[in-house]
């Protein structure tokens, strides 16, 4: 593995929440030293990044990859070519997929699948509940050992308390990190979008934004009996934040996520019945979208996430109630949070906090930072480029984005895994 030398970068650094330019050294897939000036003189490859941003590879929490089951809507190597074309270096992968991934042979071929081809690191989850029915607990111990870093139902709603909290009690005394879709099953069932003025103009059946709030509520106060360690998917309305600033309050091991498009979109997008903008749970009011990068820029909020859901032209293609929900983001993730950058609302390094170092710190990965020791998975971008999106150019095998046709602002130059590069673009 040669040395690497990247000069005349601008650094964006979460941990010291600056960006700096100069120089970063890589050896043996490691950050080996930076600075600002003078550079080391012996180095077996020079990139000369041009001016342009250096930062932490993206780390992205709750990537749905459709291996086993619905290998035409993605597969492995789709979703790695489009993971580092995003700038994203790890994918933490669902099992929300058919048949869910519950059992360590299960796991195992998924971690196979992966490492044969995708060009990116992938950690899976495994599901909390056998087939994620939400009635009995999966074997959390023997799928650690099979290498889980995280166990979820996604939107599948363990609704039983009984079982959640055993579940939660069982992954406490493992030190399991347990993750939550915290929306009351019964209000949300049916619904395709937030209930408002909005949803009742386009007669669409909607879900209140407390059907969020009474289920982070019932979900911390089984954290608070159990001492699990928790995180949220996706936390998108106002009112739940409440609870959270109170769980943090208290002590409890919590974190929460949310979701590219609840930070960029808003309800009014899905406009006349667009169903790439259906995703779970429905888009928010503008008011609850802003209250959602506030939280974001003082931390309330850890992590942004792609949530990257692929869905075929059939599922897609119906009527908006009975479409199917999510949208794919590994490789729109960057340029769509650049959007943030560029109104002024989020700076480089906040969203580096939130897109890498926060969701490597959650899961004890080393990865998502610039200093020395850490791997060198990287991300080398230019903010400023814009170019309007074609979704057929993405590499998802599926292409339910709702970016289609927007113009965008930020483009990935090269990605960087290991210190080894898996993308590179340095025309764009």
């Known amino acids: 593995m040669t040395t ?47 001016g342009k941003f250096l930062a932490p ?73 056998k087939g994620r029915e939400g009635r009995e607990m999966t074997e959390i111990g023997f799928l650690m050992d099979a290498g889980a870093v995280a166990f979820t139902d996604c939107d599948h709603v363990v609704a039983d308390n009984k079982v959640l909290s055993r579940a939660l009690t069982y992954a406490r005394s493992l030190g399991a990190l347990v993750i939550g879709h915290v929306q009351d099953p019964g209000l ?23 059907a969020e709030r009474m289920g982070l509520e019932r979900d911390l106060a089984l954290v608070e009996a159990t001492g699990a360690k928790y995180h949220i998917d996706q936390v998108t309305t106002a009112v739940s934040l409440p609870a959270l600033e109170r769980a943090r309050a208290a002590g409890l091991d919590v974190t929460a996520g949310t979701s590219i498009h609840h930070l960029t979109l808003n309800e009014l997008d899905v406009a006349d019945y667009r169903t790439f903008f259906k995703v779970k749970p429905p888009l928010r009011s503008e008011d609850d979208r802003r209250a959602m990068v506030e939280a974001v820029r003082d931390g309330s909020i850890d992590i942004i996430g792609s949530m990257h859901t692929p869905q075929d032209e059939e599922s897609k293609r119906l009527p908006f109630e009975e479409a199917a929900s999510g949208a794919v983001a590994l490789e729109t993730l960057l340029p769509a949070a650049l959007r943030l950058y560029h109104s002024g609302e989020l700076g480089l390094p906040c969203l580096f906090r939130a897109l890498a170092l926060n969701p490597a ?68």
């Open 4 to 50: 690497v030398l990247f000069q005349n970068a601008r650094l964006v650094d979460p941990e010291a929440g600056e960006v700096t330019e100069g120089w970063l050294l890589v050896e043996e897939g490691r950050i080996a030293a930076r600075g600002r000036e003078d550079a080391p003189s012996k180095a077996g490859e020079r990139v000369d990044c041009g």
């Open 57 to 129: 590879g993206i780390v992205d929490l709750g990537v749905k990859v459709c291996e086993p089951g619905e290998r035409h809507k993605e597969s492995y190597r789709s979703a790695g070519a489009a993971a580092a074309a995003g700038g994203v270096t790890t994918m933490i992968t669902r099992p929300d997929t058919a048949p869910a991934i519950d059992s360590p042979e299960t796991l195992e071929f998924v971690a196979r699948r992966a490492n044969e081809a995708a060009p990116v690191n992938v950690l899976p989850m495994a599901a909390l509940t």
């Open 188 to 210: 949300s069932a049916g619904a395709a979008a937030t209930s408002g003025k909005f949803a009742s103009l386009r007669g669409l059946p909607g879900v209140g934004t407390v």
């Open 361 to 428: 710190k959650r899961l004890g990965l080393e990865a998502g930072r610039l200093a020395e020791g850490a791997p060198a998975d990287l991300v080398l971008f230019d903010a400023d480029v814009p170019f309007v999106l074609d979704r057929w150019t993405l590499r998802s095998k599926s292409k339910n984005t709702p970016f289609d046709g927007q113009r965008l602002q930020g483009r990935v130059l090269a990605t960087y895994v290991s210190g080894t590069v898996v993308y590179e673009n340095l025309n764009a």
